[in-house]
């Protein structure tokens, strides 16, 4: 009888959400409301699936193909289905029950990449592929690698959405989170990431922009833009800028990525300040734990021109000289 329950829970829960979800007008008018019948069909995953339920990844997907405003919404359960299962299911459901769910999102994930993909390359509705963007920003963070390197993902969102006022702040998030990721096999897609951000960037951004300015005097999403720019450049700069400083050929291009983080260090805003802060710290850190006793010794003490400066306190010597400025102002 209790599966009998849920069964028809399931399907009355599945049939209201496709009925509102289907009518595009629908779907403004009654936000709140799909929202908690969206809520409620995780929950309810949650306890069913895959056991009693193994079929809803491609139940979804195949859904999603009939309509665009469902497609929209399908991409809202997908993306607060990977919270509940990655981001907060410690506490709430039992360790073997979250490692089943994680494994099963993870075997069945090439369909889901797939419908992303799809909508990425082909729709011209621009809130569906928003709801995308955002849903495969969740995912970055457990799917597994092959999907982010060994695809067109990068080169999608650098040269198609980057650039879109509308999706430059979620492309630049999830640039972010691939900028994040520690591994040694993919360094040659870790310089492209860089580069071609780079270049959209400075399209985007000119290098003599004075972006103190331009956030006091910019709109929330344009604020937000030079926020995510902050984070960027810090956490690709953490983890990868060793790779980038190796290659004599990619000189200019991190000169001109630290020059950004100096324009935005001169930001009058706290979060972004800390942000920069951190990473000057980690840069000042590094320099100094390679070579803690080789002060550059003032000349008219020593009584010498000569500098014992290692090659890569050299490199930065130029930008940290600016960065000491900043501090004390």
Same mark, same amino acid.
């Given at each position: &009888? &209790?599966v009998?329950?849920?069964?028809?829970?399931?399907?009355?829960?599945?049939?209201?959400?496709?009925?509102?979800?289907?009518?595009?007008?629908? /779907?403004?008018?009654e936000? /709140?409301?799909?929202?908690?019948?969206?809520?409620i069909?995780?929950?309810?995953?949650?306890? !069913?699936?895959?056991?009693?339920?193994p079929?809803?990844?491609?139940?979804?997907?195949?859904?999603? &193909?009939?309509?665009?405003?469902?497609?929209?919404?399908?991409?809202?359960?997908?993306?607060?289905? $990977?919270?509940?299962?990655?981001?907060?299911s410690?506490?709430?459901?039992?360790?073997?029950?979250?490692?089943?769910?994680?494994?099963?999102?993870?075997?069945?994930?090439?369909?889901?990449?797939?419908?992303?993909?799809?909508?990425? !390359?082909?729709?011209?509705n621009?809130?569906?592929?928003?709801?995308?963007? !955002?849903?495969?920003?969740?995912?970055?963070?457990?799917?597994?690698?092959?999907?982010?390197? #060994?695809?067109?993902?990068?080169?999608?969102?650098?040269?198609?959405?980057?650039?879109?006022?509308?999706? &430059?702040?979620? $492309?630049?998030?999830? %640039?972010t !989170?691939?900028?994040?990721?520690?591994?040694?096999?993919?360094? #040659?897609q870790?310089?492209? %990431?860089?580069?071609?951000?780079?270049?959209?960037?400075?399209?985007?951004?000119?290098?003599?922009?004075?972006?103190?300015?331009?956030y006091?005097?910019?709109?929330?999403?344009?604020?937000?833009?030079?926020?995510?720019?902050?984070?960027?450049?810090?956490?690709?700069?953490?983890?990868?800028?060793? %790779?980038?400083?190796?290659?004599?050929?990619?000189?200019?291009?991190?000169?001109?990525?630290?020059?950004?983080?100096l324009?935005? $260090?001169?930001?009058?805003?706290?979060?972004?300040?800390?942000?920069?802060?951190?990473?000057?710290?980690?840069?000042?850190?590094?320099?100094?734990?390679?070579?803690?006793? $080789?002060?550059?010794?003032?000349?008219?003490?020593?009584?010498?021109?000569?500098?014992?400066?290692?090659p890569?306190?050299?490199?930065?010597l130029?930008?940290?000289?600016?960065?000491?400025?900043?501090?004390?102002?």
């Amino acid at each position: &009888r &209790r599966v009998h329950g849920c069964e028809g829970i399931k399907k009355y829960v599945v049939g209201l959400i496709i009925k509102t979800s289907s009518d595009p007008s629908c /779907v403004e008018k009654e936000k /709140v409301y799909i929202g908690k019948l969206n809520m409620i069909l995780v929950q309810i995953l949650k306890q !069913e699936w895959p056991k009693h339920w193994p079929t809803f990844i491609s139940d979804i997907v195949g859904a999603s &193909r009939t309509s665009e405003s469902l497609c929209q919404n399908n991409m809202v359960i997908l993306k607060l289905l $990977s919270e509940e299962v990655f981001d907060f299911s410690s506490g709430q459901i039992t360790q073997v029950k979250a490692k089943h769910l994680k494994d099963s999102m993870c075997n069945e994930f090439s369909q889901i990449f797939q419908l992303c993909q799809f909508v990425m !390359e082909n729709s011209q509705n621009a809130p569906l592929v928003h709801a995308t963007l !955002e849903t495969l920003l969740r995912f970055l963070n457990w799917i597994p690698l092959g999907y982010i390197f #060994e695809t067109k993902l990068i080169s999608t969102l650098i040269y198609k959405f980057l650039n879109v006022p509308m999706f &430059r702040n979620v $492309s630049l998030k999830c %640039l972010t !989170e691939i900028a994040g990721v520690s591994v040694s096999q993919y360094e #040659e897609q870790f310089v492209t %990431l860089f580069t071609l951000t780079m270049m959209q960037l400075k399209q985007m951004l000119p290098l003599n922009t004075n972006i103190r300015l331009a956030y006091s005097n910019g709109k929330d999403d344009e604020q937000n833009f030079i926020q995510n720019l902050s984070l960027f450049l810090c956490t690709f700069l953490k983890e990868h800028g060793q %790779l980038i400083e190796k290659r004599l050929n990619l000189r200019e291009t991190l000169m001109e990525a630290l020059h950004y983080m100096l324009l935005v $260090s001169e930001v009058e805003e706290t979060e972004i300040f800390k942000i920069c802060l951190e990473y000057w710290n980690h840069l000042a850190a590094e320099l100094y734990r390679e070579s803690p006793f $080789s002060t550059s010794a003032s000349p008219l003490l020593s009584g010498t021109q000569h500098f014992d400066v290692p090659p890569r306190r050299q490199l930065y010597l130029p930008v940290l000289s600016k960065v000491r400025l900043l501090m004390v102002s």
